[in-house]
């Protein structure tokens, strides 16, 4: 029996899919138009859009997580143990993203300014153990956790199948949405914002459909 807590989380996640759909959708293709892929990252941060886009990813960082929660919610009893082994890998991939998309956002531009050297790829915090394992640790967990985790959705059949596959395929390729190679991001930001949506009218249009808890 589905608890009052787990039917709002479900609820609320129609439209918040939904919202994190069109955040995807601008992200992937503002940078590409804004940030040019030949310019270094320096010259990115120095930029005069880097602030708006920054935070903008960085709020769909956070968001991120909680959808997948609730996406999770809606199918957990569909997709059993793959489900909740994909989404936990999945779900701590976004976190670290989300913690690095801060970093993005509100130290880079310091960095920038002050310390140059630190946020080139080469540099010395790039070649720091504890954050270059992060970093590079970060990409492949995600990956994998999402790729789980549409296998798991693609089973359970609450979502269209059609649309795991988008969601899979389109999230792994947008990760790091103000990363380098710009040119694949939008590949992947378009169908995974499509499908952000689409599980998101379906989770609203089924829990508004679902009879009333007596």
């Known amino acids: 029996m589905t608890s009052v807590t787990t039917r709002s989380l479900i609820r609320w996640t129609g439209p918040l899919a939904i ?6 959708l601008i992200l992937g293709i503002l940078p590409s138009l804004l940030l040019p892929a030949r310019q270094p990252v320096l010259e990115w941060v120095l930029d005069d859009a880097w602030p708006a886009l920054s935070v903008l990813a960085f709020v769909l960082a956070l968001l991120m997580p909680l959808t997948l929660t609730g996406l999770y919610a809606g199918e957990v009893e569909e997709t059993g143990r793959l489900g909740l082994l994909g ?58 956790g999402i790729v789980v985790f549409g296998v798991a959705t693609y089973r359970g059949r609450v979502f269209p199948r ?4 988008l969601f899979t395929i389109g999230i792994v390729l947008s990760a790091g949405i103000l990363l380098p190679p710009l040119i694949i991001r939008p590949i992947g930001a378009v169908p995974a914002a499509v499908a952000l949506a689409w599980m998101g009218y379906t989770l609203w249009r089924t829990e508004h459909q679902a009879p009333a808890a007596g």
């Open 87 to 144: 989404y936990l890998i999945a779900f701590l991939g976004l976190l670290l993203f989300a913690a690095f998309q801060f970093d993005l956002a509100f130290v880079w531009p310091v960095l920038a300014a002050q310390a140059p050297e630190l946020i080139d790829f080469s540099g010395p915090m790039f070649r720091d153990p504890p954050f270059s394992v992060v970093h590079s640790v970060m990409g492949p967990l995600h990956a994998v």
């Open 19 to 24: 919202f994190a759909g069109v955040l995807l």
């Open 162 to 165: 059609s649309c795991a596959v």
